[in-house]
């Protein structure tokens, strides 16, 4: 049975983008092998450094995962922090990495354009990465293609580490590129993203979802003229929700012309509607439980600790780190 991991960040509201790019696939993936899902919090220190908002996020995105079909039953879920081994292999990797590995780096530079300030966490996020996916001898690491370059590192790191202790110490994992991911569009017409401030929340209702829907940037053609679906921001994220034949239904109005942006926004936001109605309302009882959500976060710590220190003794052994109690 293959191992899977893949962790996502506790840096903020979960948003279409998270789901259609990751989550869902997630939640498919629990069902073909022994899965990993972590909430990536030592990541989230490269952005966040407001500790109160940190835990938040975190609560905030167990929630999301167990109400839109995460089962701990059938996967080990847990917090990164909750395994200290990640930040200590980490550190192990960090010393076989050269400097200009890291600043070759494309997601980092692509996380300055967007705005975020450099530090020295966020400049070496992918050393942190791999040591997340080493921890458990992944065999899968799902991914878009955005992330390829980081499970690169992560083997190239591990090919160092082996070679230079002259075993197979770490597994090198396999890239599981996510091809049918959609790129979501969000509001504004970019790649939906925190970063822009252009996200739809997942599980967002009312009328601050309905702001959102009707937020969404279109162009000027009047209502009565004929449109184009494709080149539309709101017809590419109905695509997300609507079946084939109501694709082509919905094209079909904007192809014939007295269909306004107005009136798809508003076929967009009941699609949204209905298709989190169960979501939410389980989200809204796990809100009211958090005991039992604690719980199953703790339980998922205790599993991915034991499984870690399998991977870490080994290491702790070849590279000379021994403990008071191993002297003789």
Not at 63 to 73: F, I, S, T
Request: glycine letters at 8%; one cysteine or more.
């Amino acid at each position: 049975m293959n191992t899977i991991l893949s962790g996502i960040q506790s840096s903020g509201k979960l948003h279409l983008g998270n789901y259609f790019g990751a989550l869902r696939q997630h939640i498919q993936m629990q069902e073909e092998g022994d899965a990993f899902y972590f909430i990536a919090n030592y990541h989230s220190l490269t952005s966040i450094n407001d500790g109160e908002e940190i835990r938040q996020n975190t609560i905030d995105v167990a929630l999301d995962y167990l109400a839109l079909g995460l089962d701990p039953d059938k996967a080990t879920f847990f917090v990164q922090s909750d395994v200290p081994q990640h930040a200590e292999l980490a550190w192990i990797l960090g010393t076989f990495c050269p400097v200009s590995l890291m600043e070759k780096g494309v997601a980092y530079k692509d996380k300055i354009q967007q705005g975020l300030k450099p530090n020295i966490g966020l400049f070496t996020y992918p050393i942190l990465q791999a040591a997340d996916i080493l921890m458990y001898d992944a065999d899968l690491v799902p991914v878009g293609k955005d992330q390829k370059q980081n499970i690169e590192i992560c083997r190239d790191l591990a090919g160092k580490f082996n070679h230079n202790y002259g075993e197979e110490l770490l597994k090198l994992p396999e890239p599981h590129i996510l091809e049918s991911v959609a790129v979501v569009p969000g509001i504004d017409g970019q790649k939906m993203s925190k970063s822009y401030d252009n996200t739809i929340g997942i599980f967002d209702e009312g009328k601050t979802l309905e702001k959102q829907v009707m937020s969404i940037q279109t162009d000027s053609t009047p209502l009565d003229e004929p449109k184009d679906p494709e080149s539309c921001n709101v017809f590419a994220l109905i695509k997300l929700f609507a079946d084939e034949e109501k694709q082509n239904e919905i094209a079909q109005k904007y192809r014939d012309g007295g269909y306004g942006y107005g009136h798809a926004k508003k076929e967009l936001l009941a699609m949204i509607e209905d298709y989190f109605a169960e979501a939410r309302a389980k989200r809204k009882e796990l809100a009211q439980d958090l005991d039992t959500v604690r719980d199953i976060l703790s339980e998922g710590g205790k599993k991915a600790r034991a499984r870690a220190e399998k991977v870490m003794e080994p290491v702790r052994e070849a590279t000379g780190l021994l403990k008071s109690y191993d002297f003789k």
